[in-house]
């Protein structure tokens, strides 16, 4: 498959770069970023690949109308606004891009937990109001606390990497066994919750994690503690969460993500947002809020795109290498053989074993597996035959190929021995090669129909 016949469809503003290298890579690209969902499905059985930020949900009925789509690339790190079963189903592949911002979040979640223990943000505010407040400012220190993490994925691991060089005991609970790693301790949702001092969220929004933190998730917390979410609005209970506040169970929180978010992370929603929770994070002095940008960084920009442009060329690279491949041998073209008396030989062949013998020997036919009639030879020679040559032995394979001209050229960069030109007949193209032990084989792409 080349590139040069796939379209790319890309229905969100990206980093240019995205497009740029698809182009050069030979791949089309369109670009749709007004059309409604509704157009974009009239037209999406147009093209091969989407690529998608969070615009809309990819669903049952949208999959259904893009008959011709291979992939799916979202431009971010979580893939919860594609019904993955039915794409994958449909053979489509599914491309996400944690890599490109797992870092930019694990430090937003750094940044937002410092500035928590240092009341960075009040203070700031106060300075410049004209308050000095030095004893109601003083802070706490990481050093000697425990970080809990739930969800030890690609942001998970990320933030306990940037809490390396801190003297914190870094704990993980996660529904997969044995994700841990140097940076984290492995444990049960209960031993973190009896020991962490900070909660950090990093789970992907599942039916399991939908209103995960609530009242319940909340007390069993043993300790007072501070509590991150860059995850997914929707798995804390923001009510429950402020009465933890209001309590003292919850230290703090930074959130960079609301309940109320709508799917495109791109507003709020303008009703669910004016409730008596959502007023009570706005004031409070230990909560901190950003708008859904702890992977939104400049150097993430550029990432997510290139990692995005790198998955899409891997999925064709991987296509045309396996095409390479299957342009080797499809089948045995022939077997031939030095005999003294090659009529007699035939004779022998053709009463004892039933060869339907011609003046060229016998050819044999079959049917591959498109359906298409093949042939395969069996031919004698005279012992003093040259057409084995360089090669001493008795016999010479033939073996039928796909793509000739482009096995030869692999064969070259592979150091096989190559005899003489590649020759073409109205019956298919030749060449002869040796292999190790010097048996000469003959390689043969066919035309088939001039022997019928
Ligand atoms: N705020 C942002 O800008 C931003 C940026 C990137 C990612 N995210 C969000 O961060 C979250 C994590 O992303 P990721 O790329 O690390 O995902 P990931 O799939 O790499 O890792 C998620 C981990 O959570 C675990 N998990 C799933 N369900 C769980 C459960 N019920 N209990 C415990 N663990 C569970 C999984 O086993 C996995 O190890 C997602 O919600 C993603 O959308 C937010």
């Known amino acids: ?107 937003q979640a750094l940044g937002m937990l410092l500035s928590l223990f240092n009341n960075l943000n009040k203070a700031n505010a106060e300075v410049k109001n004209g308050q000095w407040n030095r004893e109601a400012n003083r802070g706490h220190e990481l050093d000697g606390k425990t970080v809990g993490i739930i969800g030890y994925g690609n942001m998970g691991k990320a933030f306990a990497k940037k809490l390396r060089g801190f003297e914190v005991e870094v704990l993980c609970y996660d529904i997969q066994e ?16 009896e020991k962490a001092d900070v909660l950090s969220l990093h789970i992907p929004w599942t039916p ?24 997914r609005g929707k798995s804390v209970v923001t009510s429950d969460l402020v ?19 709508k799917l495109s992370f791109e507003n709020l929603f303008d009703e669910e947002s004016k409730n008596e929770s959502f007023e009570y994070l706005r004031q409070a002095e230990n909560v901190l809020l950003t708008p859904h940008i702890a992977g939104w960084t400049f150097e993430s920009h550029e990432k997510l795109a290139q990692t995005i442009v790198d998955k899409i060329k891997a999925i064709y690279r991987k296509e045309e290498i396996s095409e390479v491949e299957e342009k080797r041998v499809t089948g045995i073209g022939g077997f031939f053989f030095k005999t003294e008396n090659p009529n007699e030989i035939k004779e022998w062949y053709k009463k004892h074993l039933g060869f339907n013998t011609d003046d060229y020997g016998c050819t044999f036919w ?58 073409t007949y109205e019956y298919g193209k030749f060449a002869w090669i040796l292999d190790p032990e010097n048996n000469k084989i003959e390689l043969w792409e066919p035309i088939d129909s001039v022997f019928q």
């Open 366 to 423: 079959w049917k591959d597996e498109k359906g298409n009639d093949c042939s395969t030879q069996w031919s004698t020679f005279k012992n003093d035959t040259n057409y084995f040559e360089p090669s001493e032995k008795q016999f010479m394979q033939n073996f039928r190929v796909h793509d000739l001209e482009t096995l030869l050229k692999k064969l070259v960069q592979e150091g096989v021995t190559i005899i003489d030109e590649m020759q």
């Open 208 to 231: 399991e994690t939908d209103k995960m933190v609530n009242a319940a998730c909340l007390n069993a917390f043993q300790k007072p503690f501070w509590l991150i979410n860059t995850a």
């Open 1 to 107: 498959m080349t590139t040069k016949n796939i379209k790319i469809l890309h229905i969100d503003s990206n980093n240019p770069l995205l497009i740029e290298q698809l182009k050069e890579l030979g791949f089309q690209n369109e670009e749709d970023f007004t059309s409604t969902k509704e157009e974009i499905e009239a037209k999406i059985h147009n093209y091969h690949g989407i690529v998608i930020r969070s615009r809309f949900k990819i669903d049952k009925t949208f999959i259904d109308k893009a008959t011709n789509l291979q992939f799916i690339a979202r431009v971010g790190a979580g893939l919860e606004s594609i019904d993955c079963d039915y794409a994958t189903s449909k053979n489509i592949q599914l491309i996400a891009a944690p890599e490109g911002n797992r870092n930019a979040v694990g430090e």
């Open 243 to 261: 009465e933890a506040l209001k309590s003292g169970k919850v230290l703090g929180a930074g959130l960079d993500v609301l309940e109320y978010e």
């Open 178 to 193: 044995n994700v841990a790693d140097a940076n984290a301790k492995q444990v049960t949702l209960k031993e973190l919750q």
